[in-house]
Structures are given as structure tokens and as C-alpha cells.
């Protein structure tokens, strides 16, 4: 198996609120390989945007970290500012989920493209650039003639095919892709997910691939990473995770699909958990309809239950849990427990 | 359609809608002018003259024709420009307008130029470091510029600067011997100077503009320091400056490329309407410094009840307003290219 391109080991990430630290990010570790698309995928706030902006670096004012982001044998959360700013772009690139705000309306897509190319590689003559920035544009199907005009001038889907352009224009060894189609329909959504599949074919990009959305996930990516309430809790291939997924919020999840089979909608009672006091032991059990006793008081072990895939629930180390504890957990105890 | 003719359609359509504008104003100016009862002769000479005289010189004025009629005739005369001669000096508006006008350019572009290059620094530092200590002071004294009325302001400087440090000027627009031998080309007493290469007066004239200009500068920079720092920190939060960020641009380059020239949209935008305050705190700071412009005669009209003098200068003050904010639409139809749509 290949040297993964970037690793995170325990990451960390946390806001300062003021009833006490928000813990978006609560000990991930997680490897991409070079040319392999990874799906995070979640519920809202469950910390996979922010997951994302801590791989490249780009957490906001007040966050705090700990652990490591290891890209080419260092750890970027410990960068100086000026150094990581470098990186950004040539290195780690961005998608963001909304592509109607995230041009700059006062500059023409020449002007974005130009401007990147130019920090980046200055040693690029105008001339360069610009050809670099249209074979960049074809391949994402924006035909060169309108290469000059404003951010306005573009639907939704054409907008998010020139961000992933002006991503990929600096051929990064990463992508994180936050939420790409969202903000998009249907069949613009299938347009940019077959791009970004192609991706890893064209460049040998690794591509960490965030969406709530599953179909996205069997269509696209090689593994799956399952995150709830910030912690990743399942993660292997996409096609068995998909198929036969082996934590019950995974499972969950994946039952609250919807398709043109679906005959009822199904969905998880209750809401992800508050951040700053989240439930003691495994998260997911307030919720959790296999929650057995033990996973309310202690943590359970991450358990390989075949190779490259790791879940991190009681059901997969049953022979640990104490005697008695086995036993379903009550909701009443629940309750009880949580004003506790 | 090609940029170009989409921007000119853009700007005919902006002039075609300034016609029923000017005439809402016109409507206005004159409705009241007529709400207080009596006339301008009645005002001016009531009680000095006999009444019989008094409808004599109003008939002889036209005054005693009915509303409607007096209406048509004053739309008339206004899209001729033709704004009547005033009741008690006997000047056409016109020559007003030429006379003093020029002094009224000065001062409100002098503070216009005072209030754009310091209020715009400090309007962005503020926005960069928001709740900070800078930021702090910035705000009080922005706050503090824009609610001190110019006369209060005008007088504070002309106690401290001209009185007790001695350093300019106290008031008028130049000092006798300028004002003596100067020669008049432009009506614009600076450029009349400049274009006899009398320097000194020149010199004199820049230093007796410094208070009026900065007092009124000061009440029209205090909103733009706040409208610069609000727009600068919702452009810095902007979803396209996180974009911009995880392209690795640098932070001065995110601040001076990316937010501040979004920011500065709202600002020319609000330039416009800054006209209207520039010209009554002109009114105001002229009055302060014995300013020799359209605002200090303004007032001199409005003592002595002449209404022709009031309403030909205010419906002159609102044009300017109206053309100023043309200008402004057309200036920011080039900067954004999404106001063209």
C-alpha cells in the first residue's frame, strides 16, 4: 500500500463558546492516499466542515487544535502562518459547498485565475497563465469565450465548475471538497460528482470528498469515514460500508436515504449532540437503537472488522464488556442519566 | 448585447427616470413655499406699506393669480432655468448662483477630499481590526464628527486655531488684499488666483479654507468611517474571502483587493446621498466662517423672508443633489458589473 499523502492523528478542533469549548473535531484519525477519494459523511454539525477547514489549515480566529495534520512529513497546524499560505493552493486546495458567493463579484474569472497563478508560480508569463487557466476552464466543460466575464454571468453549476478549476489549476496533491453539490440540482450534481471522480484518473489527486449524502458516497469514493458528533465512527470501503455498513448510526443512516425505492421515510429520532457537553461514553447512544448498558458508561474500542475497516462500537468486542452490562439499555435510565 | 451598450442603456434609463424626480421636487419646493400664508412682498414689506400697495406689487408680481396657474408658470420658468429675481436685492437667481457659487464648490469639495482621505484609512483600519483599541477610538471620534453640529464644531476650531494658537484664519474667504486684487475669470476664486500666478493668494485662500473645510469634512467623514469599517468586516467574513484564503492569497491582498473594494461599493452608493448632508452642513459651517457661498446667502434670504431667493436656491441644491446622484449611479454601474443588469 502506498504512503498516504496526508494523515490526521487525533485531530482536535474546538470554538471557544461561551458555556465552554465546542469540540467540533474530537479525536480523528484518518489517512488519504495519493489518487483516492475519501467520503466523510455525516449529519449537520457533526463537524465535517470543520474537519475540513482543519486539513487545510483554514480554521477561523479562536480555534483551538491539538493533534496532528501530517502533509509530506510535517504536521501544517504547526506551520507559520506564511509557510501554510504557500501551501494553500499549490498543495491543499478547497471547494466550498456554496458556489454562488464564493467568487469575488468585482473580478472577472480571469482576474481569480490570474491572481492565484500569479502568487503561486510568478515565474509564469500572462501569456502562460491564461493558457493554463483555459485548458483548466475546457476541462471543466466552461468554453473560453467567457472567460473574461463576471462571476454573475454564470449559473450555480457553471460557478462550481470554475471553483474547481481554480482548485485544480494548480494541480494540488489534496482537495477537500466541502459539501460540493449541496447548493446545486440533481443533474448538475451528477455533472460535478463525475468530475470529481475523474479526477484521481486525470491527476493524481486525493480528494476528501464531504457530503450528507450517501448516494454521492457508493458513487464516488474508494472509502467512506462515518462521522457523528466529532468523531469519526466508522470508516472503510465505500462499497462495503454502503452495502453492509457495521455501526448503527452508519446503518442508520444509510436506512434515512432516499431513493425511488423508498416506500416510508425513516429517521433518527432525537438531534445530533451538543458539542460542548456531549453525551459520556459513546455518543451515538442516546440515539442508538442497539444501545446496550456499557454504552453509556464506557467508551468503546475502535475494532478492525476486516481489513481497512474500523468501527468504533460495543456490538463488534462483545466479549469485553462486563458481565451484565450487555443488557439493552434502558430509556428511562437514559433520561435519568442525562439529567444526572 | 454587447458591455458597453447594456451600460449606456443603463445610464439613458437612469436620465430618463431623473424627469419625474426633478418634477417631484419642483412639486414640492414650491407647495412649501405656498403653505405659509402671505406673500413674499406681504413678508418682506407688511406693515411697512399700505395695503392697497401691497396688492399692487403683489398683482404687479403675478402673486394673485391663482395656485395653479402661479404652478405651471414656476414649471415653466424651471425647465427654462429661469428661476426669478429675488424680492429684496433684486438678483436673478442665475447671477446668485454664479456669484456665490463658487465659493460653495470650494468649500464642499475641500471637505469632500478632507472627509475621502482620511475617513476611508480610517474607516478600513477599523473594519481590519474590529474590537480593537484602534477601533474603539476610531468609532467615538467618528460618532462624535458626525453628531457635533458643524456651527459647534466651526467655533471650537476657530477659538482654538484662530484665536488662541493663531495659526489660520477665523473666517471669510481671503484677506482683503486678495480679495482686492484678485481678478475675476472662473467666479471660483482659487482658479482665478492660479490663473493670475498670484501664489500668495492662493496660499491665503488654502488657509483660510483649512477650518471650514475640515469642520464640515469631519461630519461627512464620520459616516463614512462607519459605512467603510461595517462593509470592510462583512467583506473580510465573505464567503468569497474564505475562498480567496484557501487559494493561499495573503492576508493584505484578501483585505486590499478582495474586501475593500467590495466595501467601497456601498460607500460610492451612499456618496450620493452624502451630497445632501454635504450641502446643508455647508449651509451651516458657511454661516460659521463668514463663508461668502450660496449657503450663507440662503440664510440671508430666509431672515428676510424672500421667498423667491429660498426656493430658487433650495430647488438649485436639490438639481445638484439629483445630478450628483446620477453621477454616483454611473460611477457604480462601472465599478460593480452586476448593477448593469
Known sequence: MADPVLSLRDLR??????????????????????????????????????????????????AGHAGEVNYKGQNILELKPKRLRAMRGPELGMIFQEPMTRLNPLMKISDHFEEVLKIHEPKLSRKEARNRAMEALRGMGIPPTR???????????????????????????????D???????????????????????????????ITHNLGIVAEACDRVAVMYAGRVVEQGPAYDITTKPSHPYSRELLRSTISLSTTELHSIPGAP???????????????????????????????????????????????????????????????????? | MSRAGSLRGYVLVRIALMIPMVWVLLTVVFLMMRVAPGSPVSATLGGKLPPAEIAEREAALGFDRPLIVQYFDYLWDAVRFQFGTTVTDGQ???????????????????????????????????????????????????????????????LLAQLLFAKNLDWLPASKMASPI????????????????????????????????????????????????RLVRVNVGQ????????????????????????????????????????????????????????WPGLGTRLLQYLNSRDYIGVQGLITFFALIVVFISLIIDIVNALIDPRVRY
Open chain 2, 235 to 290: 467583506a473580510l467574513g465573505g464567503d468569497y474571502v474564505e475562498a480567496a484564503r484557501a487559494r493561499g492569497v495573503s492576508e493584505r491582498r484578501v483585505v486590499s483587493r478582495h474586501a475593500f473594494r467590495n466595501a467601497l461599493v456601498p460607500v460610492v452608493t451612499v456618496m450620493g446621498l452624502q451630497a445632501a448632508l454635504l450641502l446643508g452642513g455647508a449651509v451651516l459651517t458657511e454661516q460659521t466662517f463668514s
Open chain 2, 92 to 154: 436673478t437667481i442665475g447671477s446668485l448662483i454664479v456669484e456665490n457659487g463658487g465659493a460653495t464648490l470650494t468649500l464642499t469639495v475641500a471637505a469632500l477630499v478632507v472627509a475621502l482621505v482620511f475617513g476611508l484609512p480610517l474607516g478600513l483600519i477599523a473594519g481590519r481590526y474590529r474590537e480593537t483599541i484602534p477601533d474603539a477610538f476610531i468609532r467615538v471620534f467618528a460618532i462624535l464628527g458626525y453628531a457635533a453640529p458643524p456651527f459647534f464644531v466651526g
Open chain 1, 273 to 340: 449532540p451538543d458539542l460542548v457537553s456531549p453525551p459520556p461514553a459513546c455518543r451515538f447512544h442516546p440515539r442508538c437503537p442497539d444501545a446496550m448498558q456499557i454504552c453509556a458508561q464506557q467508551w468503546p474500542t475502535t475494532v478492525a472488522t476486516s481489513p481497512g475497516r474500523r468501527s468504533e462500537c460495543w456490538l463488534h468486542s462483545k466479549d469485553q464488556i462486563p458481565k451484565g452490562l450487555d443488557a439493552p439499555l434502558e430509556r428511562e435510565a437514559l433520561a435519568a442519566a442525562e439529567e444526572a
Open chain 1, 13 to 62: 478542533i474546538w470554538y471557544g463558546a461561551e458555556r465552554g469549548a465546542v469540540r467540533a473535531v474530537d479525536g480523528v484519525s484518518l489517512d488519504l492516499l495519493p489518487g483516492e477519494t475519501v467520503g466523510l459523511v455525516g449529519e449537520s454539525g457533526c463537524g465535517k466542515s470543520t474537519l475540513g477547514r482543519g486539513v487545510i489549515g483554514l480554521l477561523p480566529a479562536g
Open chain 2, 178 to 225: 486678495t480679495q482686492a486684487t484678485a481678478e475675476v475669470h472662473t467666479h471660483i476664486l482659487l482658479i482665478d488666483l492660479a490663473i493670475d500666478g498670484n501664489w500668495d493668494g492662493v496660499w491665503d485662500v488654502i488657509q483660510h479654507l483649512i477650518l471650514p473645510a475640515t469642520t464640515l469634512g469631519l461630519l461627512v467623514m464620520g459616516v463614512f468611517i
Open chain 1, 179 to 209: 459539501e460540493p453539490t449541496t447548493a446545486l440540482d440533481v443533474l448538475v450534481e451528477a455533472q460535478i460528482i463525475r468530475i470529481l471522480a475523474d479526477l484521481r484518473r486525470n491527476f493524481d489527486t486525493a480528494l476528501l470528498l
Open chain 1, 147 to 177: 472567460y473574461k466575464q463576471y462571476p454573475h454571468e454564470f449559473s450555480g453549476g457553471m460557478r462550481q465548475r470554475i471553483m474547481i478549476a481554480l482548485a485544480l489549476v494548480l494541480r494540488p496533491a489534496v482537495v477537500v471538497a
